[in-house]
DNA sequence: GATGAATGAGATTTCATTCAT
DNA sequence: AATGAATGAAATCTCATTCAT
């Protein structure tokens, strides 16, 4: 369990939000996302945050105004998280589209499977929720395809790569790397890493495709 | 004592029966899949589903004995109809396994786009289900799945198809046409019938790798 | 349109023994009187009763107006068919009032201990029945009572009995008889013939107190 | 990763713990029993208790996390006052085994008339609580047991007493002070005294038969 | 005589949220 | 910064009762 070993940055690269620079909130961010990424949003309720956090629900609203703020909170902190680390791993793998595109995916689903099983419950945002809240969650999700879409779209210009629609490889990628962590949970834990590779090396056929 | 002809095992006489299939109860698992798969089982009240039925609440229990019964049995509901769609699609189209593959995958996320947006979100089972009904769920998954194995299988045996790991080529196959009702959902009507055209094509490159 | 119905009196239920009726009305009414002595009254709903009898829950409404009707029908029957063994036991018993007193209490006991477990919870009679109701209870636990104090009486004018207050101690003895079920039901059952018979011998010392 | 430094093992986070004795917990106990007792614990929503507290109901479930959880709380409070009261006379009372144990059937039944009316409901508790409160209830009723038996036996000891079956007169007595307070429920408040006093000699014919 | 279907009232339970301290 | 207490709305579930067939 509880093994992701906590990317210990400084302050958060992005001063994205106002976001208040206590380590407290970190943790209950943390928390949260877990928790939201084990059970779905809706199944969590604040007592189970604070429960594992070791403190009572009403202090929860200290940092957090409300519920829907904390959730949306918790899935930001995660994607910048996530994006950065792809952010490092694509500055120090030098090489061609193609083999920058493969361990850009390695990584994506090793963070998946490794550290945010089932983070595709966090993104699966409730229907409710205010439009700007959707829409920053939405952001997230644009510039962590941009990442993706940046490479393929050099890999078409070099000529490494044939894609039929850009789009479409895309949202394809995306979905299977966000349900790998769903069927790999099943797999005993030694097996896991060899899964990663081999969901890498298919998802490359994605964009390898000769008409 | 005096007649009562069975032995009542335990006292609670909780055991409902399965209930008749009756046109009756198709309306109500319609109308529940409809809305689970819209917002999300939790987000879905009982009262949700009775009112668009026009019945009151304590009324479903007529035919379900929880909320979880009839999550379970609408989500076997889809999922029997939606093989059966696939299977009496198999039957009328000869062919290769290439292009018999090709027109599953084209129906089944036809299926998806037009008629079920969002079921995935039906398969998002929660967790805290008892293990017979999650048991339930994946023996569908299991159904589905082989539809595809089989062909898939017959593809590599004929020499059509390389691919490396098919169990891998399966998960991500079956992630991507899950997803793509919500996706396509952000697409405007017209847009919908090619796009699932493009996805059926794009996923070929699953089983068409060349190394 | 009054008068002409009249004629038709439906089997009125006020009336006390329309019970011969049937056999069918035998059946729920042992039905109803067991459970609703085995788990108490209120937690015993109709459709507990109805699948005993392996019928639907709305024909009891054929035979009874309503569950309290029930209720009270099934206590009623319990009662008599109760005050009739003991009758039928005091025609068979001759011998001194303490023999046949000795006699009374063990058959009492012993229809409650083998034949009806847990009556005692039946005679705790909801409070908001209607008084009707209840006092066709109490009369039948006054028509039980009779039996015991006119032995009582009879032992007392005979010099045998000596007693300070005749109500206590047949209130006590009452007592002590119906909770006796509840402790048996713990005895394994081979012991429990042995405790009715000790239950007896102890409560003989009530009437027989020497001052 | 951070600090929860607790193996939560169970997903669901229930287990509330035993929480302080505080005065409002005590309130609520008490008018719980109360109720209980008055009508029975099927008869008795929340809202009733919640009402005679004049709060929610819903902020019942801050003090315990279900109704069966109120209500053997509610009987163990009881129990608990009331095994103490008893020993807390014998403390103060002194004399032969007799003396004493009449003492004590008197300063019981006088608890449960004047005290604790109906108090008997309480005791039968639903067959379908979890078989550990269960055994909570039964322990209650076992260290009330001692008291007595101590004093039988003591007696029987010393030759004061003369008794067949030392179970069985406990049983008998308990069921006697324990439906004590319904009868006399149904006399006018003055004579209740009297009537208290009549069942204390009354029960103690049990342990001074002659055979 | 009996059933299947439905209702409506009320019960238990959950939970986001507030607030005084 | 945090807690304990409470609230109120809503959700799940139960059940006696009715009624057309």
Redesign the pocket.
């Given at each position: 369990m509880g093994t992701q070993q906590a990317v210990h940055d400084p302050p958060p690269p992005s001063a994205r939000v106002q976001r208040?620079r206590?380590k407290?909130i970190q943790e209950i961010l943390n928390a949260a996302a877990e928790l939201f990424g084990e059970r779905g949003y809706?199944?969590?309720?604040?007592?189970?945050v604070?429960e594992r956090l070791?403190?009572?629900?009403?202090?929860?609203?200290?940092?957090f105004?409300?519920?829907?703020e904390l959730g949306t909170a918790a899935i930001e902190t995660l994607g910048d998280e996530w994006t950065a680390r792809l952010e490092r791993l694509l500055g120090q793998t030098p090489g061609t589209p193609g083999a920058r595109l493969r361990a850009l995916i390695h990584e994506h689903v090793g963070i998946a499977v490794h550290d945010h099983p089932a983070a595709l419950r966090l993104f699966l945002v409730p229907r409710e929720w205010p439009a700007e809240q959707r829409e920053r969650i939405k952001g997230l999700r644009r510039r962590h395809d941009t990442l993706f879409r940046t490479l393929v779209e050099e890999g078409i210009a070099s000529g490494e790569f044939t894609v039929t629609s850009i789009d479409t490889v895309l949202q394809c990628m995306h979905a299977a790397m966000s349900q790998a962590p769903i069927w790999c949970a099943e797999l005993p834990a030694a097996a896991r890493k060899k899964a990663v590779a081999e969901v890498a090396d298919t998802l490359m056929a994605l964009v390898r495709s000769a008409p």
């Amino acid at each position: 369990m509880g093994t992701q070993q906590a990317v210990h940055d400084p302050p958060p690269p992005s001063a994205r939000v106002q976001r208040k620079r206590g380590k407290r909130i970190q943790e209950i961010l943390n928390a949260a996302a877990e928790l939201f990424g084990e059970r779905g949003y809706d199944a969590v309720s604040l007592e189970h945050v604070a429960e594992r956090l070791d403190v009572t629900k009403g202090s929860l609203y200290y940092y957090f105004s409300s519920k829907d703020e904390l959730g949306t909170a918790a899935i930001e902190t995660l994607g910048d998280e996530w994006t950065a680390r792809l952010e490092r791993l694509l500055g120090q793998t030098p090489g061609t589209p193609g083999a920058r595109l493969r361990a850009l995916i390695h990584e994506h689903v090793g963070i998946a499977v490794h550290d945010h099983p089932a983070a595709l419950r966090l993104f699966l945002v409730p229907r409710e929720w205010p439009a700007e809240q959707r829409e920053r969650i939405k952001g997230l999700r644009r510039r962590h395809d941009t990442l993706f879409r940046t490479l393929v779209e050099e890999g078409i210009a070099s000529g490494e790569f044939t894609v039929t629609s850009i789009d479409t490889v895309l949202q394809c990628m995306h979905a299977a790397m966000s349900q790998a962590p769903i069927w790999c949970a099943e797999l005993p834990a030694a097996a896991r890493k060899k899964a990663v590779a081999e969901v890498a090396d298919t998802l490359m056929a994605l964009v390898r495709s000769a008409p």
